[in-house]
Every structure is written in structure tokens, then in C-alpha cells.
């Protein structure tokens, strides 16, 4: 994995770094939270510029590392629940986002993301 | 099992408009996650949400059979939606009034009141599949008390459905960098700018005599999520109509005494491990140095319980004593069916204030037809201590 990361981001060392750094605090974890949220990442980076980190994460993100699942989350009934992948790959694409429950179109500053561990980082988990 | 209170006419067919007119309803009420696989089952095209589904519904072309057949399904589905989903329930016994008074309610519920009332139903506004929809129709009632549509005696079961409009309020964010710069001037010292936007909903109450059980309930609509005009609450409206009935029939109001308190059936529910999945909680800790009020509710997926939660089960062992006031459960459900999802939802007054303080509503969410109804009104009411018949 850190060879692939080096290999990609080879011209971008900052974000390589930033990166290499996920990984590696991620991978070296015995067992792993149920989701992290973006400043916890961010902190684990060891990077201040947020909009480098958001790159980072998601690169680590994308279907052939699958470090990280990113997850987004919708407000019902009081409560925050995970978007279905449907809509994920909509808002992926930068269109608009259908509430599950109420079928109505959700504004983005009500949608809320965290991170949460992926097949990759899993897989690496394992012994 | 509870029997649909209405039938439908089978031999006729259905046009698209009376499709539409339905799907009209159902937007006004029914979830979405919950409606688009019963829409699915019928070959309209499902579309990404209320809007787009409903104009493709109003533009394509199907057969007379298809509109026919989903006429029929989401008629059936909207029918039952008005008297068990979304529903904030409340219970009366009757074993809490004299013997006289409970068996004269019962007596008129079973034999007379489906007469009694005829006339009244005849003058409704409307069907409950007719139920206006529009902002400009649903105006005229919006002050008008509870309209009953419908009495019908089924088994040992009295269904009365009244109609009313309510408000329901939604606060939006306002995206300031699309206002004129007037606008904008005048919000400029502003982060945020939020709009509080009204919506007229049409409602149905049910109010259910449950003669086995001598049990009055009221299935209040709610909307999940969004609050209430609390200027007219709908509960102690269609209470009041009740009892106008009953008073001009019998003598005397159905209801006023034996208001169930819901909150003994709290801790027995979450001690229960067979009880669905705990996704809501509100509980009290207690150790030998202090106390917390505490509230939680499961994040990003409903397939935990907080009965397994570490933090909740490893808070639990350090503390003596857990009471809960608050607890919400999730039973799953395999499509086409969705989860069912009930709600006590108490404060902590409830534990240390006496029955004037109770809990005395529940909210039960997505159930779609008698049979979930009867489910969780069961899980309910078995923990509940009562007197003997």
C-alpha cells in the first residue's frame, strides 16, 4: 500500500506525506473505531491545510485502495443515518441528494460526512 | 388481526388521474423509503424522490390494467396509511371508569354508534381517498374542527377517522449568495440565514373502542421530524369531537379519566433482549457519588442495539442503578416492508414526577396495515399492569 501511495503522489509530495501518514497510523491500529470523522483524520495526517487533507482522503477513499469508505449522513427523527450508496454516487458526481425518508432534495450543508474503515485498511487488519 | 375499516370497489377501473390523486396523498404522508417499494410493486416508474416519480406518473403511458392494478394497491396502502401509520398513539382504559359509564360506551360503540352517526357521515367533506391535498383546499379547514369520514364497526371494533388540517413548520437554510445584493446587504453580518417555511398537511385521527379489550385509542398523525402547530393540538381536538358524540348519544364524554401512563412498559422493553434493537435511549445513571441524565440515539445505522453498545454497557457496569424514561425500537423488516419503529418518549420528569407527568403517548412509525399495528400496540400494552376485567 505505502509503495502504491508513494508511486501515485510522487509529484505531489505533500499530499503523498499526508497520506503515507493515514495509512500508516490507521494500519498500525489492533482494532478500528465504527467511523472517523474528518478532524480525526486530519490530526492523523499531521497536515493543517484542510483542503490537501480532503484530497488525501479521498484518494484513500477511491475503489482501488479502499483504505477509507466515505460515508455520508442525513438527519431523520433527531437521529444521523447513513446516506444509501444510490444517493453516495449522486453526490459523488456533484448532483443533488434525495432525503431517504422524506424524498424531498436534501441541501449539502445538511448532509454530514465521516470516514469509516474500508476493505483495504480491514483486510490489512487482519492476521 | 385488525380488518381494513373500508373496502374498495374492485370491478371498476381507474384512470391515471385517480393514480395520481393517490400518489398525491401518499406524498403528503407516507415516507418515502416506505412508499417507494409499494410504488415499485405496481410497474409505475420510481424516480429519485416525490417530485420526479410524481411527474413521470402524470406524463407516461401505461395500460388500463397497470393503472387499474396500482390504483388498487396504493388505494389499499393509502387507506390503511390513515388509520395506522405515522401515529402518535394514546390509550384510554375503561376499566378505570365505573361499570356503568364503561358499559354504556361499549354497548353504544358496538350497536348504535355506526347508525347513530350515518348522518353525520353522509354530510363529510369527502372520502379519505378524496382528502384535499392542496395548500388552497386544505385552507378552509385549517380552523374547522376534526371532520368525521368514516364510522364503521368491524368485530369487537369501532373505527372513527376524522379529518383536519394542520401546520407543520420546516426550518431550511437560505443560500445568501443566491439573494439579490440588496438581500444580501442585509444579511451580510449573517453566517446563516434560516427560513422557517409552513406546510398544511391533511391529517386523520383515528379513535379505535376496543371492546375485548375495553380500550379506547387515538391514532393522532404526526409528521416524523418536523413540529407541530402547538396552538391546536390535535389530540385534545379529536378527544373533544369524541366526546361531543358520545355526550349527544349516551349522556356523557367517553374520555376524560383513564389516560394510560406508558411509561411501566419503558424498563421491561429494554430489559427484554427479545425486543426488537434499543435505537434510542434516555436514561438516568446512578452511582454512590453522582448522577447523569442521559440521552442517546444509535448513529449512521439502525442495525445496532444499545443494549450490546460498549460505551452504554461499559458505562452501565459502573454505575449502581439505570432507569430509563425514553427508549425507541427498531424491529427490522425484509422489503417490501420496512422497519417498524416505536417511541416512548418520557422525560425524566417521569421518574420522579407522579401519573400527571406519565408518559402518555407513543409514536409508532411505519406500520402499514392492522397487523403491524397490532404488533406494536402489543408490545405496548402486555407490559403495562392493568386491572382485571
Given amino acids: ?127 | 388481526m385488525s380488518a381494513l375499516p373500508s373496502k374498495l370497489d374492485e370491478a371498476s377501473g381507474a384512470t391515471r388521474e385517480q393514480v395520481v390523486a393517490v400518489l398525491e396523498l401518499l406524498e403528503t404522508r407516507m415516507l418515502w423509503s416506505t412508499a417507494r417499494p409499494i410504488i415499485a410493486a405496481t410497474g409505475i416508474h420510481v424516480s429519485r424522490g416525490w417530485r420526479e416519480t410524481l411527474a413521470h406518473a402524470r406524463e407516461d403511458s401505461y395500460s388500463d390494467a397497470i393503472w387499474t392494478s396500482a390504483y388498487k394497491s396504493l388505494s389499499t396502502a393509502a387507506r390503511w396509511h390513515t388509520y395506522v401509520g405515522n401515529k402518535h398513539v394514546s390509550f384510554f382504559d375503561l376499566r378505570e371508569q365505573n361499570e356503568d359509564a364503561r358499559a354504556q360506551v361499549l354497548a353504544w360503540a358496538l350497536e348504535r354508534a355506526v347508525s347513530d352517526l350515518r348522518p353525520v357521515v353522509r354530510r363529510r367533506p369527502f372520502d379519505i381517498l378524496d382528502a384535499p391535498t392542496r395548500k388552497a383546499d386544505l385552507e378552509q379547514f385549517k380552523n374547522s374542527p376534526p371532520k368525521l369520514l368514516a364510522a364503521e364497526a368491524q368485530g369487537d371494533k369501532l373505527y372513527l377517522q376524522f379529518f383536519s388540517t394542520r401546520a407543520y413548520s420546516m426550518r431550511e437554510p437560505l443560500d445568501i449568495t443566491k439573494m439579490s445584493t440588496a438581500q444580501a446587504k442585509l444579511f451580510e453580518e449573517y453566517e446563516e440565514v434560516i427560513g422557517v417555511k409552513t406546510r398544511l398537511v391533511p391529517c386523520f385521527d383515528t379513535v379505535v373502542v376496543d371492546a375485548t379489550n375495553d380500550l379506547v385509542e387515538l391514532r393522532v398523525d404526526f409528521q416524523p421530524g418536523m413540529m407541530e402547530d402547538k396552538n391546536t393540538p390535535a389530540f385534545v381536538r379529536v378527544m373533544n369531537e369524541f366526546n361531543r358524540a358520545t355526550t349527544k348519544f349516551i349522556g356523557q364524554g367517553a374520555l376524560g379519566v383513564g389516560l394510560m401512563n406508558l411509561h411501566p412498559a419503558i424498563n421491561p422493553m429494554y430489559l427484554d433482549a427479545a425486543c426488537g434493537r434499543v435505537t434510542a435511549l434516555g436514561f438516568v445513571a446512578t452511582s454512590k457519588n453522582s448522577s447523569s441524565n442521559n440521552h442517546g440515539q444509535i448513529h449512521r445505522t439502525k442495525t445496532q442495539d444499545f443494549r450490546k453498545d460498549s460505551f452504554h454497557v461499559g458505562g452501565k457496569q459502573h454505575v449502581d442503578k439505570v432507569d430509563p424514561y425514553t427508549i425507541g425500537i427498531t424491529w427490522p423488516a425484509k422489503p417490501p416492508k420496512g422497519d417498524l419503529y416505536l417511541e416512548l418518549k418520557g422525560s425524566v420528569r417521569a421518574i420522579y414526577s407522579g401519573k400527571l407527568r406519565a408518559v402518555t403517548t407513543a409514536e409508532f412509525l411505519g406500520c402499514l396495515d392492522g397487523a403491524d399495528y397490532d404488533f406494536m400496540a402489543d408490545q405496548v400494552l402486555r407490559r403495562l399492569p392493568r386491572r382485571k376485567k
Fill in chain 1, 1 to 127: 500500500m505505502a509503495g502504491t501511495i508513494q508511486d501515485d503522489w510522487a509529484h505531489e509530495p505533500r499530499v503523498r506525506d499526508a497520506c503515507l501518514h493515514v495509512w500508516q497510523a490507521l494500519s498500525a491500529r489492533e482494532s478500528h473505531l465504527d467511523h472517523y470523522s474528518f478532524d480525526d483524520l486530519l490530526q492523523l495526517s499531521e497536515q493543517a491545510d484542510r483542503a490537501l487533507v480532503s484530497q488525501a482522503l479521498l484518494y484513500l477513499s477511491n475503489p482501488r485502495l479502499k483504505v477509507l469508505r466515505t460515508c455520508l449522513m442525513y438527519e431523520f427523527n433527531g437521529g444521523y443515518f447513513e446516506l444509501p450508496a444510490e444517493e453516495v454516487a449522486h453526490y459523488a458526481r456533484g448532483e443533488g441528494v434525495i432525503h431517504p425518508e422524506y424524498g424531498e432534495p436534501v441541501d449539502e450543508s445538511a448532509i454530514l460526512v465521516c470516514f469509516t474503515p474500508g476493505v483495504g485498511l480491514l483486510r490489512k487488519a487482519t492476521p
